[in-house]
């Protein structure tokens, strides 16, 4: 596999449209194609397998931007086949959604056939709805469960013989292979910016992805996770990228934008719009903070209009932060 750049300090990832709107194979296979071709580092998904149709008990005002929904597992494996060198992750796998055995295999099997470029990306979820229709009641221990499914994918990963005894989980030694090209494992990133999230990430994360929280907080949090690396006997470089979407609007109807608005209160359906200028200037305060792994969302108003953006902000953005 070929180095990977680093822009700034930076390494950009490159949200692929397997949901909502603009999610179709053509633009799937364009963007993959524009992330490996442009240097962007990884292409990631994103996970909202069954949105309720109606939504009750909480607000969920961006449900429309997850539909259609395109599995994640199996337009990584098409994007696997479609580049060579983009690693390729999901921002997040949500835990309690999946057997943990069978999240472990289709990993190992997609590192296996992409020649070692899969990442993990795992949180506990937010939406009880969606759990309970995927067969996941314990809502309230699902932070347990995590932590549970993690030592079982770890084990299946790196045992020889592997076995384990749980809550949810019980299996005799097994022989299971293949195991993970990567070694000792592929990366894992750890999504959530609750303490039992910042716990987990410092037991099992080489990588911790964020919603949009103030960079003072980052700071702040930041050295708590690196403390408590330190305190679980792991060397806090271990912790490689620290990661969020990055939600970019550049153009409307074809016009570049020329006045700056930041509505970000979540990285999930909000972005700030504007010049690139106002871009490169966020970004070396994000650099700044700690946050190293940018994951580009564009907001588009058509596949090319989404193509275009793109161009637009690695021409002017990323290249520009790199120099």
Known sequence: MTARRRDGGLQFGLYIANAGPRA???????MAREAESRGFDGCWTNEHPMPARKVVGYEWPTKHHYIP???VDTTLAYIAGQTTRVRLGCSIHVLPYHSAIWLAKRLATLDQLSDGRAILGVGVGWNRQEARFLGFDDFEERGKFADEALEVIRAL???RYPSYQGRWHSFEPIDWRPKPLQKPHPPIWIGGESMPA?????RFGNG??????????????LDILRDLMAKNGRDPAELRAVGCFYNVK????GKRLTKVVDNRKSMAGNWMEGPTTAFVDDLARFR??????????IYAESGDDLLEQIRIFDEEVRQVIAK
């Open 198 to 202: 910042i716990r987990r990430a410092a």
């Open 69 to 71: 929904h395109y599995d």
């Open 208 to 221: 911790w992805l964020l919603s949009h929280m103030p960079l003072d907080w980052v700071r702040q949090h």
């Open 24 to 30: 179709n194979p053509r633009i799937i296979r364009a």
């Open 157 to 159: 990963w790196t045992e």
């Open 250 to 253: 550049l153009t409307r109807r």
């Open 288 to 297: 700044d903070a700690g946050l190293n792994y940018p994951i580009l969302r």
